[in-house]
């Protein structure tokens, strides 16, 4: 069986708030899935049905052939779930932390410590210190000890990388590599775009919807459009400038720099500097520049 995850038109509801839209895809067995968005996109509502801990209102997620509902007893060995929040327990030590949760599913972490290793070895000069006496980075890498310490066939991660620093960010893909290459299938969602790259696949997701399912390479090259780096001495002016400008076709704020996208198939950026000068912006400086998954994301959003 090579699809570990099949969704089918899962929709889930809170009172009048859409989370989920009939919502579809697949996981392939030894994938890096990356489901991506912002906060309130539907990203941790999804991974609770998936890990049987919500009912959707209608649709189906099966789980390695296994309805997450029917069959959920069977399907929560198969899991490693590394929820948003640090939810371990912080008044035991680190290896009283990975005791219990390797107890219960019936193991051991010496019976399984080759699969955790490259990650608790980092941990083991700590393992009497209390899990909420640790660093962000630390946690995390306890956090996913403990989800992994069964041997689950899938790993769920939800937005893992949130709150650390940017070296603890790439420290964890990197471990997430090590846990592809052992044959684990693997989800997480993230609110960073940069770390889409990461991914084998990525599904976009805003409001509930998925916008596109692809590579990384995919979707950035499905952008369609010549896409400009605008910059001025007066970032505000130049924003209200080009929103106003009759052939704006997308304007987003990037850094120090605004992106812009114009809604006819030829023109010269000297027409667009020159309305900006008749407006009154300073410092005009308009460059061609890639697309990111960045920019595709924002612009899938418009089509929405």
Not at 40 to 55: E, N, P, Q, S
Not at 90 to 119: H, M, R
Request: include cysteine; aromatic fraction near 10%; charged fraction near 25%.
């Amino acid at each position: 069986m090579n699809k570990v995850v099949e969704i089918s038109g899962i929709s889930k509801s809170y009172e009048e708030i859409e989370a989920l839209q009939k919502i579809s895809f697949n996981v392939e067995k030894g994938e890096l899935f990356g489901l991506i968005g912002p906060d309130g996109a539907g990203k941790t509502t999804l991974f609770r049905i998936l890990t049987t801990l919500l009912k959707p209102d209608s649709g189906e997620a099966q789980i390695l052939g296994m309805n997450v509902v029917d069959d959920y007893r069977r399907v929560r060995p198969l899991l490693g779930y590394m929820p948003g929040r640090f939810s371990l327990y912080q008044d035991l030590s680190v290896e009283e932390n990975i005791q219990f949760f390797a107890s219960v599913f019936g193991t051991t972490l010496e019976e399984n410590y080759d699969l955790v290793k490259p990650i608790y070895q980092q941990l083991e000069p700590f393992k009497n210190r209390l899990a909420g006496a640790l660093s962000g980075g630390m946690k995390q890498k306890l956090a996913l000890s403990c989800a992994l310490i069964h041997k689950p066939e899938l790993l769920i991660l939800d937005e893992p990388t949130t709150g650390v620093d940017a070296v603890s960010r790439q420290e964890f893909w990197e471990m997430l590599h090590l846990l592809k290459k052992q044959g684990i299938t693997i989800i997480a969602s993230t609110p960073y775009m940069d770390e889409a790259e990461q991914c084998d696949r990525v599904a976009l997701i805003d409001m509930g919807n998925i916008l596109k399912i692809d590579t990384v390479e995919q979707v950035v090259s499905a952008f369609g459009k010549p896409l400009f780096a605008v910059k001025a001495d007066q970032r505000y002016e130049l924003l209200q400038s080009l929103r106003s400008y009759p052939h704006s076709d997308s304007v987003q704020p990037f850094g120090e720099f605004v992106h812009y996208t114009d809604r006819r198939e030829r023109f010269k950026k000297e027409d667009v500097e020159l309305y900006l000068e008749n407006q009154g912006c300073t410092g005009v400086v308009i460059e061609w520049v890639q697309p990111t998954i960045e920019d595709s994301f924002m612009a899938l959003m418009q089509q929405e």
